[in-house]
Structures are given as C-alpha cells and as structure tokens.
Nanobody, 129 residues
C-alpha cells in the first residue's frame, strides 16, 4: 500500500531554515510526482512545490520561488523540501502527496492540490517573528 511519511517540521524564527523530508513507498516511483502542499489555519490547501520523479522537473508557487528548493533521491525514495528565509506566512501544516503521471511527458502541477491521490500525515512548520 502507498505510504508517505513527512517529517522535519518545527518552530523556527523568521529568516531561518528548515528541511522537510518525505519518505515514499508502495508505488512505482517513476510513474508519480510528489508535491508539497501546505494548509494554514483557516485557509485552503496551497500547492507549494512539486517534482516529477521520472525526470526531475520541478515547479514552485510564486510565494516560495527563490526560497524553497525541492529535490529527490530516487534510490532512497525520498523527497526533500529545503526552506530558507522563512516568513511568518509560511506557517502551516506541510503535507507531501503523490500524484500519478498518467501520460508520457506529464509533469507535476500545483494548481489543483486536492487532485493528488495519496497523502502523508503532515508536519507542522511554525515561523515566529
């Protein structure tokens, strides 16, 4: 069965850094994309970053461009989100989620975060001023 395990959240001061990790198992890795999706209290889910595992194509939401970096270690089936220069508005529960790439050449997307098929349990990131 598909399992996604997110970790690495915590409390950090504004301007600080955190590295989130997502351990994935139970699905054909190269046929999927992994997304980091966050949800702040009282707000909708927001796609933050994603990576297409077959070719490493990445995408970022505008608010995190230049500050966050997503990467994948396919051998270990791990996806990471390096978050630098964190801001208070980055405070949220961060989920890693998997989305099947149905067609050759498909790439990950952030516009419809609820379309991701499989979800991990989330890790809380709190940025203090």
């Amino acid at each position: 069965d598909v399992q996604l395990q997110a970790s690495g959240g915590g409390l950090v001061q504004a301007g600080g850094s955190l590295r989130l990790s997502c351990a994935a198992s139970g699905f054909p890795y190269d046929d999927y994309a992994i997304g980091w999706i966050r949800q702040a209290p009282g707000k909708e889910r927001e796609g933050v970053s994603c990576i297409t595992l077959s070719d490493g194509t990445t995408d970022y939401a505008d608010p995190v461009k230049g500050r966050f970096t997503i990467s994948s270690d396919n051998a270990k089936k791990m996806v990471y989100l390096e978050m630098n220069n964190l801001k208070r508005e980055d405070t949220a529960v961060y989920y890693c989620a998997a989305d099947v790439m149905l067609f050759r050449g498909s790439t990950c997307q952030l516009k419809y975060p609820n379309a991701y098929e499989y979800w991990g349990q989330g890790t809380l990131v709190t940025v203090s001023s």
